[in-house]
């Protein structure tokens, strides 16, 4: 029922410069991929064909990792090199449809979000965005969309955003939703605030970069203020809200990690060391060796 990804990469990545002067934060790797592949990988196993990316200048490498390089397989083949063939064929292999839409000026979240309106068409769609990796089975995204589908039943031109709690300390960093519980895993939201103070916050459910917007948040995204050089796609939330469409936090099952800045990378990469038998071997020989318990 959600065909279409639109995935917002056009972000200057500033907190990881200077590497990202030159590299897109998305293709920094987590281990053996970069951390986009993730968030595709995510899409494409929650059913999802039909990926859009919203890209800036210096961000072409993004698709470039992704689309067919022809000279590069037959290469592999004449030197017999196949199971590299094989791993590179499997990410070319990966998405069915790409769309590529350029953000030409950084006007924030909101606008990126925009640029895809012709590109969705009007139809629900999901929107995935490439800093958050969320570890889980079955994925964020996909629990997302039984949730949406659920949901159909009872309601029409709904939206959900999938939120977790979060420390205090970290409430500022991030869009905060305040509303009802209608299920333990579920509130329906009245309220969005972007990056409020923790004393201006009305909860610690904090959004965490994974969203099924229904294509009415297009026409919210044309009305909102530029708020210091940006459009913030919470803004459009919380109009659409007042305007009386419903929007849901739903509380994933999952492990979420921010890989935009260095702490959070770092924890990331341990985290999927960790889950590798070999990596983890290294890791505790590491720390043991040491001393860093
Ligand atoms: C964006 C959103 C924010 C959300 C966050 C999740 O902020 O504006 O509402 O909580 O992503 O990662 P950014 O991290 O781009 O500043």
């Known amino acids: 029922m959600i065909k279409k990804a639109v995935l917002p990469v056009a972000g200057l990545g500033t907190r990881m410069l200077p ?3 030159v590299v897109p934060k998305e293709l920094l790797n987590i281990i053996d991929r970069p951390t986009i592949e993730y968030v595709v990988d995510e899409t494409i196993n929650s059913g999802i064909d039909t990926l859009i990316f919203i890209i800036s200048q210096g961000k072409g490498k993004i698709i470039d990792y992704f689309d067919m390089d022809m000279n590069l397989r037959s290469f ?6 196949l199971d590299l063939l094989k791993k590179v064929e499997g990410v070319e292999d990966k998405i069915k449809h790409l769309i590529e839409v350029r953000q030409k000026i950084p006007e924030g979240l909101g606008h990126a979000v925009l ?13 995935l965005l490439g800093d958050d990796l969320v570890d889980a089975d079955p994925p964020c995204m996909k629990q997302m969309i039984e949730v949406y589908t659920q949901l159909s039943a009872k309601t029409k031109n709904h939206s959900i ?3 977790e709690e979060v420390p205090l300390e970290d409430i500022s960093k991030y869009g905060i939703v305040d509303g009802e519980r209608i299920e333990e895993d579920l509130i329906k939201i009245k309220k969005v605030i972007e990056k409020p103070s923790p004393e ?12 099924i917007f229904d294509p009415v948040i297009f026409t919210y995204l044309k009305q909102i203020p530029k708020v210091k050089g940006e459009y913030q796609l919470t803004d ?19 492990e979420r990690f921010d890989t935009g800045n260095k702490e959070g990378f770092f924890k990331t990469i341990l ?10 071997e290294v890791l505790i020989k590491f720390v043991k060796e040491n001393k860093l318990t």
């Not at 201006?200 to 969203?211: D, F, K, T, V, W």
């Open 19 to 21: 590497i990202t002067k």
């Open 76 to 81: 592999l083949k004449e030197r017999g090199k």
């Open 115 to 127: 640029m895809a309106e012709k590109a969705v068409g009007n139809e629900p769609f999901a929107v």
């Open 161 to 163: 955003i999938a939120v």
């Open 200 to 211: 201006e916050a009305p909860s610690n459910l904090a959004i965490i970069g994974r969203y």
């Open 236 to 254: 459009a939330i919380q109009l659409m809200i007042d305007n009386g469409y419903e929007v849901y936090a739903y509380l994933f099952k999952g």
């Open 271 to 280: 985290h999927y060391a960790s889950k590798n038998s070999k990596l983890k």
